[in-house]
């Protein structure tokens, strides 16, 4: 499978299997298309030479010869569960300092009341992983919520815990927090810096955006404190790892501007996500948004290859996308591993397949307080990789996003396997400019 496109004002290719991708020429465009086993009409190759077109087509053949064009599908081994574990996201508080209106765990109280983990049940969590891990040596932590830094006894206490015997057991912990950086204090920044392998900051984008929908329990907006105490741990943070991570909706489609804006806020790392809601919410993003929203990631794309050739640190979450060294064969029939290698703790103990399934008593997978864990749900989970989604199969982006969200295709389409069209057509787009960008940074 071949898939030729235009972005950037440029051609190009992608030999799905292979990886492969090339900046082309009009006429390389056209002629690859008319031999894809799609193709429906011959194309117009009037403005172009006898000879043009022997030289490219001579050009496209030993491409092919190669094995980097029309490269054949390989057979894919069954997915296996094996039953490790190497990454825990820790709802370490269901609850919130602030209001988001489109909050998925509502309010951060996933389906719930007020909750925070105990400094027991978080070393259980820890105990777990351990038990899990296999052979694995470096293990994973995320502090999540609501909002992780209301329950920063708990925080402190399982890094405490997980240090005092990560080289007896032979592992190594990675910890990262999300915040919405409210609560964020010039103690709390230093103790980042100490402990914390990535800090995630919710911003999203212009004061305007941000403020009207990332509203405090009084109704007002929370940009001034989130910018100031986020741009302070920024510049203190040196060469460790950070991300700002926002969220548009449908009330900014001109979302390309509040990446821009946090850029010009001072953040060089930054990832905006398209918000995923039912059906009817006045937020949700709706199929007729798509144009518009790749049109936004176009001239994104344009502006983010300007200022990265001006020396100026910008990265874009999405945009990054490593055409040489990029994941093995396996990891891209997988992607997160929620549900098997990923699983999420609650407050309570329990088990669920990530933090997105928190609170759905049908997604119990046990409990770290009790030692139950049923084996169920984590093989679903594994065994249901790229290989068994029928319609991801027949995607040429389906080594990028290994087949999608899980929790968007069972709590917005009805089911593992089915994929969530809105996601599937704005991933497409992110994929094709990162694609370019990085051809183009590549070879100029």
């Known amino acids: 499978m071949v898939h030729v496109y235009e972005c950037l004002g440029r051609h190009f290719l992608l030999d799905v299997e292979s990886g492969s991708v090339f900046v082309v020429d009009e006429l390389t465009a056209k002629l690859i298309e008319k031999r894809s086993p799609s193709a429906k009409a011959k194309g117009d190759f009037s403005k172009f030479t006898k000879e043009e077109i022997t030289e490219a087509e001579s050009e496209i053949d030993e491409l092919i010869k190669e094995g980097v064009l029309f490269s054949s599908e390989p057979v894919h081994p069954e997915p296996v569960y094996k039953g490790i574990v190497k990454a825990l996201c820790l709802n370490i508080a269901h609850g919130c300092n602030l209001r988001c209106k489109y909050c998925f765990a509502e309010d951060g109280q996933y389906h719930g009341e ?77 103790y980042f810096n100490k402990e914390m392998f990535n800090v995630v900051l919710s911003i999203d984008g212009r004061k305007e955006v941000h403020d009207s929908v990332r509203i405090d329990v009084a109704g007002k907006g929370s940009f001034d404190k989130a910018l100031r105490s986020s741009l302070k741990l920024v510049q203190s943070r040196g060469d460790k790892s950070y991300y700002v991570r926002g969220t548009f909706t449908a009330k900014n489609l001109d979302f390309a501007k509040d990446i821009l804006a946090l850029n010009d806020y001072g953040f060089g790392q930054v990832s905006l996500e398209p918000v995923v809601l039912p059906v009817g919410d006045p937020l949700a993003l709706k199929e007729e948004h798509i144009e518009t929203l790749k049109e936004q990631y176009e001239i994104l794309a344009k502006e983010y290859l300007t200022r990265r050739a001006e020396g100026k640190e910008f990265g874009f979450f999405h945009f990054n996308i490593d055409i040489y060294n990029g994941p093995c064969a396996s990891k891209r029939l997988v992607g997160c591993n929620a549900g098997d290698e990923y699983l999420a703790i609650a407050p309570n103990g329990n088990i669920y397949p990530c933090h997105r399934f928190d609170g759905i008593d049908e997604y119990i997978i046990g409990n770290v307080n009790d030692g139950t864990f049923s084996n169920e749900l984590p093989q679903m989970f594994a065994t249901t990789n790229l290989t068994k989604k029928e319609e991801c199969n027949n995607c040429w982006a389906k080594y990028y996003c290994s087949g999608g969200c899980a929790a968007n295709s069972i709590q917005i389409c009805g089911g593992i396997t089915k994929p969530y069209k809105i996601g599937c057509e704005l991933m497409k ?14 070879n100029g």
Not at 117 to 137: C, H, P, Q, W, Y
Not at 429 to 442: G, M, Q, T
């Open 429 to 442: 787009k992110r994929v094709e400019c990162a694609l370019a960008i990085a051809a183009i940074e590549a």
């Open 114 to 190: 007020q909750d925070f983990m105990s400094v027991e049940t978080a070393k259980r969590a820890i105990d777990f992983l351990i038990a899990r891990s296999g052979n694995r040596r470096r293990l994973e932590v995320d502090f999540f919520g609501g909002e992780p830094l209301l329950n920063m006894e708990a925080v402190k206490a399982t890094i405490d815990y997980a240090r005092s015997i990560e080289k007896e057991a032979g592992k190594e912990f990675r910890f990262t927090i999300t915040t919405n950086a409210v609560a964020l204090t010039d103690e709390l920044i230093e």
